[in-house]
């Protein structure tokens, strides 16, 4: 699977915005999928996966203000970002793993290269 991810941007504090992550690869259906972000100067950090089963793990500070959403038929992962902070700031990754339990612990077996966001106060 090669994953694609893109929708990053300059957004005002309180805003939204919605990424998303286009997957190659005849194994997307079947895949778990994943967002991560990396804020500069910190380590990667688990955002929240979806299983092909539609089961949802959310990062407890996103809870509530993210949402996970996959369209298998156009292999495409989103996460709809609402009331962004200036903390929001982070490269956003995308990711594909075997398993929920895998992804929430960060093992994947497919990066994307990552989309900026840039939440302004």
């Known amino acids: 699977v090669q994953l694609q991810a893109y929708g990053g941007g300059l957004v005002q504090g309180g805003g939204s915005l919605k990424l998303s992550c286009a997957a190659s690869g005849r194994t997307f259906g079947s895949s778990v999928m994943g967002w991560f972000r990396q804020a500069p100067g910190k380590e990667r950090e688990f955002v929240v996966g979806l299983s092909w089963t539609g089961s949802t793990t959310y990062a407890d500070s996103m809870k509530g203000r993210f949402t996970i959403s996959r369209d298998d038929a156009k292999n495409t992962v989103y996460l709809q970002m609402n009331s962004l902070k200036p903390e929001d700031t982070a490269v956003y990754y995308c990711?594909?793993?075997?398993?929920?339990?895998?992804?929430?612990?960060?093992?994947?077996?497919?990066w994307g290269q990552g989309t900026l966001v840039t939440v302004s106060s």
């Open positions: 990711a594909a793993g075997r398993s929920l339990v895998q992804v929430v612990r960060g093992i994947c077996d497919f």
